[in-house]
C-alpha cells in the first residue's frame, strides 16, 4: 500500500477513525482527524500552538469552544447534499468540546498558531462557491476556510467533482517559493465517494519522478501531498467528495500547473468575430 494513502479504522472510545499529525505525515504544518461520533457523544480536544478548523462533514453538534458555546452547528444528511457543512474555527491553545445531536462525521483541521483572535462560527455566507472547469473537468467548489477569512495558518476547502470528471486538474503543484507564482503548501485530501462502494485514482508525481505514486482511494480515505503534483479522476457511476487541509510557511494558495499539461486550463485561441 502507498504511504501516502491513510485508511480509516473502527472508531476508538472517543470516535476517532483517522488520524495524521505532522510527526506521522513527515512533515511540519498539517493536522487532520477524522472522527464519528454517535448522538451524546462528546469528543475534546485542543492543542497549544495549533489552531483548527472544526468542520462537520455530516450532521449536526453542539461546540463548545473555551467560555463560547455555539449551538446545533451542522446539519446536512451527507457531503454530498448542497448544503454548507457546520465550521467554527478556534485558535491555538483554547480547548473545545464536540458533542454530537446524532450520527456525525468531524473532520478536525489542524496548523501551527499563535493563539490570537476569538472562536467563531464559519457561516454559511461566509464560505464563497466557485464552479470549476468545464466539460468533463467540471467540480463545484465550496471555499470554508479562504485566505480571506482570518487564521493563523489553515486554508480549507472541500470539493464535490461528479462521476467520470477529473478534479485539482490540470496537474497542479504548490511545493516550491517563488514569490507571486508559487507557494509552499502542505495538503491533505480526505475522500469520500458516492455510493459508497466506490473508488477514484489520485496520482501525486514530481518533474523529476522521484515521486510517482497512482493510488486508488475508497471512501473514508486521506491522501498525503507533501510535493508535487497531484490530480484526482472520479470512476464513472460513482461522485467524489474531498475535504483539502493545506498549511505552510505561508498563508497563501499560489499554485503552478503542471507545463506538460497547462494547455488544458488555457483559453482557446481567438478566432475573429
Not at 483541521?109 to 476569538?118: D, E, F, N, V
Not at 475535504?243 to 475573429?272: K, Q, T, Y
Request: glycine fraction near 12%; charged fraction near 20%; charge should be negative.
Amino acid at each position: 500500500m502507498s504511504r501516502l494513502r491513510i485508511r480509516p479504522q473502527a472508531p476508538g472510545d472517543d470516535g476517532t477513525v483517522l488520524v495524521v499529525t505532522p510527526a506521522s505525515a513527515g512533515w511540519s504544518h498539517v493536522g487532520f482527524k477524522v472522527v464519528k461520533l454517535t448522538a451524546g457523544q462528546r469528543h475534546e480536544g485542543g492543542e497549544a500552538g495549533r489552531e483548527a478548523c472544526l468542520v462537520l462533514v455530516a450532521g449536526s453538534a453542539d461546540i463548545v469552544a473555551g467560555d463560547q458555546r455555539f449551538g446545533n452547528v451542522g446539519g446536512r444528511a451527507s457531503p454530498f447534499e448542497d448544503r454548507a457543512p457546520g465550521a467554527v474555527y478556534v485558535p491555538a491553545g483554547l480547548p473545545y468540546a464536540v458533542v454530537a445531536q446524532g450520527d456525525v462525521e468531524l473532520a478536525i483541521c489542524t496548523a501551527p498558531g499563535s493563539g490570537t483572535g476569538a472562536a467563531r462560527p464559519i457561516g454559511d455566507a461566509d464560505m464563497s462557491r466557485e464552479v470549476r472547469g468545464n466539460g468533463t473537468n467540471t467540480r463545484y467548489v465550496r471555499n470554508i476556510l479562504p485566505e480571506t477569512e482570518a487564521a493563523d495558518g489553515l486554508l480549507v476547502v472541500e470539493v464535490v467533482t461528479p462521476a467520470g470528471h477529473w478534479s485539482s486538474y490540470p496537474p497542479h503543484k504548490h511545493d516550491t517559493a517563488t514569490p507571486g507564482e508559487e507557494s509552499i503548501l502542505e495538503e491533505t485530501y480526505y475522500h469520500r465517494t458516492q455510493p459508497r462502494q466506490g473508488f477514484a485514482f489520485q496520482r501525486v508525481y514530481t518533474a523529476d519522478r522521484s515521486l510517482d505514486e497512482a493510488i486508488a482511494v475508497e471512501d473514508g480515505d486521506v491522501v498525503l501531498v507533501p510535493r508535487g503534483y497531484h490530480p484526482v479522476g472520479a470512476a464513472h457511476g460513482y461522485d467524489l467528495y474531498y475535504l483539502n487541509v493545506m498549511a505552510g510557511p505561508e498563508r497563501r494558495w499560489l499554485f503552478r500547473n503542471d507545463p506538460d499539461h497547462a494547455w488544458i486550463a488555457a483559453p482557446p485561441p481567438f478566432s475573429g468575430p
